[in-house]
């Protein structure tokens, strides 16, 4: 089968099209022919061996991919009834032993697979399930009161736009921010207050809520500088492994999307919510899968507004 890989480390021209063993589904695991891959940020950690130290004992090529939307044709022993061959389906993949979804057939365990929402194709399918999953993962964590008031930063992107999304569905007040530029977006996605991003984005979310807010989820990865919209014994929640310290007893708490994957309720509601117009799916352009460089360039130049997707069809 053809996947996209790397047998270093480095930019993105360390990814290339190599030719794997097609995979096997073992017990509980069901085998997808890959349509659609997402590119995350975690994609880029993985390239760049962010992860390195947890792979010391794990030989290359490694394939990155956590959003993978396709067909299953192959259920292994044991196999979760829900599921199907043929069916159109969408995965959280957690890259183990390093094969991730840039490839395509992947064997995932059923728990992290649920229907593709209708309505949608492949490309947009796999915009949901990492991000959307994080969002729901960062707001469970935080456990605000219905009316409480939310902060998001990095609104426009595709986890704080879930965020937001996902916070006005739970009935929560949202300051969030955005360039100027984004503005309209952000408040497409239900936002309450709008305020603008930057280094004095803390100052700005006290603005409507002087007191500070009792939850903040970190989408743009500002740590200190977004610690001080947060009220006194609040909670702060990172994206990308911070931990604080913060002053003022509010509550660092870093969160991992892998520690949902086998959560297949909270999927298969967020895959509701997308069919139900409560989520955005945001495609920002696909590109064949041979080009997998290129869109890491695209990626790591930012600004994106949506998600970059990767064509195996």
Known sequence: MKAIASTTYG?????????LPTPEAGPGEVRIRVHAAAVNPTDAMLRTGVYAARTTDVPP?????????GVI???????????????RVVALVIP??????????????????VP??????HAEAATLLMNAATARLALD????????????TGAAGAVGGYTVELAKADGLTVVADAAPHDRDLVRGFGADHVVDRGTDVAARIREPAPAGVPGLVDGSDQREEAVPSVADGGAFVALRGWQGPAERGITVTPVFVASVRGDTALLDTLRLQAEQGVLSLRVAKVLPASDAAEAHRLLE?????GRLVLDFS
Do not use: F, K, N
């Open 116 to 121: 593709a929402p209708a309505g949608t194709d």
């Open 141 to 152: 964590t935080l456990a605000l009161r219905e009316g409480a008031t939310l902060a998001v």
């Open 11 to 19: 930019g993105p021209d360390v990814l290339r099209e190599v030719d």
């Open 73 to 87: 044709d192959q259920l292994g022993p044991g196999a979760d009834g829900r599921l199907a061959v043929g069916q």
């Open 301 to 305: 130049a930012g600004g994106l507004r």
């Open 61 to 69: 090529p490694y394939v990155p991919g956590m959003d993978a939307a």
């Open 96 to 113: 183990t032993g390093l094969r991730g979804a840039y490839a395509e057939h992947i064997v995932v365990p059923a728990e992290s697979v």
